[in-house]
């Protein structure tokens, strides 16, 4: 699909794979127990979870205690974040972000300033990136926290991370 075609199109449905939609199959017509829940009716979706958190954990070679679904990108974000600086508070207190991140990490970010966090906010160019260079002067000997969203879904930009990571 064109980048123009996506940007326009990013609310519609979009299509599954064939083989995400046949893994998904038995959770949508009839184990669709709470995985967390400790009856019978959770046992075969508690399974499928462990085994998911299993395939992820191999694929990304970290443990298992490493991987934590969660209900969506609010929910991923607001851990991430708050997450991260709560656990390294003690090391510092700096974010950067992007003036134009989603409100699900623009949000904690103010949050954790009402809490005596100190979050960079940087601008974007007339294309929705940010500058590496900005990045790297941004960066504190308190920084625990760089976000910035690597594939923008509303406006179609994709930031030049690699750049960032040879700067």
Avoid at 123 to 133: A, E, I, L
């Amino acid at each position: 699909m064109e980048a123009a075609g996506f940007v326009t199109h990013i609310r519609d449905p979009h299509p599954i794979d064939p083989a995400v939609a046949a893994a998904m199959r038995p959770f949508l017509d009839h184990a669709f127990g709470n995985p967390s829940s400790g009856h019978w009716a959770s046992t075969s979706a508690k399974a499928a979870l462990e085994n998911a958190r299993g395939q992820v954990a191999r694929l990304l070679d970290c443990g298992l205690d490493e991987i934590v679904f969660t209900s969506g990108g609010s929910e991923a974000n607001n851990l991430a974040i708050k997450g991260t600086f709560f656990a390294l508070r003690h090391k510092g207190e700096h974010i950067i972000t992007v003036q134009a991140e989603h409100p699900a990490v623009l949000g904690p970010c103010r949050f954790l300033e009402r809490l005596g966090g100190t979050v960079t906010y940087l601008p974007v160019d007339g294309t929705g990136r940010v500058d590496p260079q900005q990045v790297r002067r941004a960066i504190t000997p308190r920084i625990i926290l760089i976000s910035v969203m690597h594939a923008n879904n509303e406006v179609g930009t994709i930031q030049p991370i690699q750049e960032r990571e040879a700067s």
